[in-house]
């Protein structure tokens, strides 16, 4: 299945890496040029997938007592009280319900590199926001301003004041031996992938052929058209609502399959620090956390996160639907990261996102990526790509090996069942 994918053109350079009881079974990658250089090591943006690996870090320091999800943001950053936010707690803004999906005011990508967010312009920008909350729900996805948010709290009670990046690199990286970035250093950047993506009339035009000819978009005309309409009202409802494009410069309402490639490969955004949208990372890096995750909080001997944290990070999950999801429902955890669960009335939206991931929890990356984790069959799932599939929300190509990789599990462990058992049903 990884390999098809490579042969019908959906996908350019990935990685597909697989733990399962604390111990690495998977371990691919490919590139469709045949480009040698990248391997499995070679790192690429995750996205929305940093949620989940942030969220980790956060829960470790909560297990310190640095923080505590049910206290407001302003008890830890006093300027965030501004324009009526006082009373958002922090478990608020990790279930994206803070009403500060979006941004007034546009960032400089520049103000977000490590040795810039000590002077303050970012979380001057955030203390001065205000919340606009969506019509019929609290919650609605918070794509990046989170993770802005997070990274101000996380710099102010950590005793040594470091960032998020800074501290991944500290813990997961130099401690562990984990290969997850935020802020890349030089011999970093020379190791990450470009992204590629395609634009939306080449990416309409995929979408006329089949797949069995070499389609680089799974959905046919007609289901592409109407995500394409729903990417264009949720840029357009932004812009009625009055909020700002993310960053200076960055036009929110370009060509996705241009954007990509030219900013999100821009040292202004490798460089920087945005906790909830640009970690680099190998798929194996992914799977390493994710399968510490599904063994609570330890992996290959290593306790990457304590019992108390990880339960802090899962606990208190609530369901409702997200106004960025089209009403689609998550179940977010006070700790950030979302449990798949699939519901007896699920809709179509639901069905899609969460098809073949029943059991899992984490999250995922904007175009391809994944970090997730099964408990009941102590499975850890990462992948990562550089081809952004930007029109596919639910991430259907690794979807797809997911739903197959639990296939094979659950196989495995029947077959490890049967093998105890002898014709009396007696257990040998």
């Known amino acids: 299945m990884f390999r098809k994918n490579f042969e019908t053109g959906k996908e350019r350079d990935a990685q597909l890496c697989v733990y399962v009881e604390g111990r690495r079974v998977i371990d691919l990658w490919g590139s469709a040029e045949g480009d040698e250089t990248y391997n499995g090591d070679s790192l690429q943006c995750v996205f929305s997938s940093s949620k989940a690996i942030t969220a980790m870090a956060i829960a470790s320091i909560a297990d310190q007592g640095l923080i505590n999800y049910s206290n407001t943001v302003a008890s830890y950053f006093p300027e965030f009280s501004e324009n009526a936010k006082g009373d958002v707690k922090v478990e608020d ?67 040594d004041k470091i960032t998020i990046g800074s501290w991944l690199r500290r813990e997961y990286h130099e401690g562990h031996g984990i290969d997850v970035h935020m802020g890349l250093t030089e011999s970093e950047l020379a190791r990450t ?14 979408s006329l052929i089949p797949n069995a000819f070499g389609a680089q978009v799974e959905h046919n005309i007609f289901v592409f058209s109407k995500i394409l309409s ?19 410069g960055v036009d929110p309402g370009l060509d996705p399959g241009v954007l990509i490639p030219e900013f999100m490969n821009s040292p202004d955004w490798r460089l920087g620090e945005s906790p909830h949208g640009n ?25 990457i996160i304590s019992p108390t944290a990880w339960i802090l990070l899962h606990n208190n999950p609530i369901v409702r639907e997200d106004a960025y999801m089209n009403g689609c429902r998550t179940e977010f955890t006070q700790g950030g990261v979302n449990m798949f669960k699939d519901y007896h009335d699920d809709k179509f939206g639901e069905r899609v996102l969460k098809s073949g991931r029943h059991g899992f929890t984490g999250w995922m990356g904007f175009g391809g990526s994944i970090i997730q984790w099964h408990t009941e069959l102590k499975l850890g799932f990462g992948y990562a790509c550089t081809f952004m599939t930007w029109w596919d929300m639910a991430n259907i190509k690794a979807r797809k090996l997911q739903k197959e990789v639990v296939v094979c599990t659950k196989r495995i462990n029947e077959e490890k069942i049967d093998e105890k058992i002898d014709e009396n049903n007696n257990v040998k």
């Open 279 to 303: 970690v680099h990372a190998s798929a194996r890096a992914l799977a390493m956390l994710a399968g510490a995750m599904a063994n609570g909080g330890q992996v290959e001997g290593k306790q």
């Open 93 to 159: 803004l990790l279930r994206h319900e803070s009403g500060l999906a979006n941004i007034h005011t546009a960032i400089n990508p520049k103000d977000l590199h490590p040795q810039e967010l000590e002077k303050g312009t970012v979380a001057k920008i955030i203390a001065k926001d205000y919340q606009v909350f969506p019509k019929n729900t609290v919650r609605e996805y918070h794509n990046l301003t989170g993770g802005w948010i997070m990274n101000e709290i996380f710099r102010r009670v950590t005793p």
């Open 193 to 206: 992938r470009p992204l590629e993506a395609i634009p939306t009339p080449h990416a309409m035009l995929h």
């Open 230 to 248: 729903s990417f264009k009202r949720r840029f357009t409802e932004t812009e009625k609502r009055g909020f700002a494009a993310m960053f200076e």
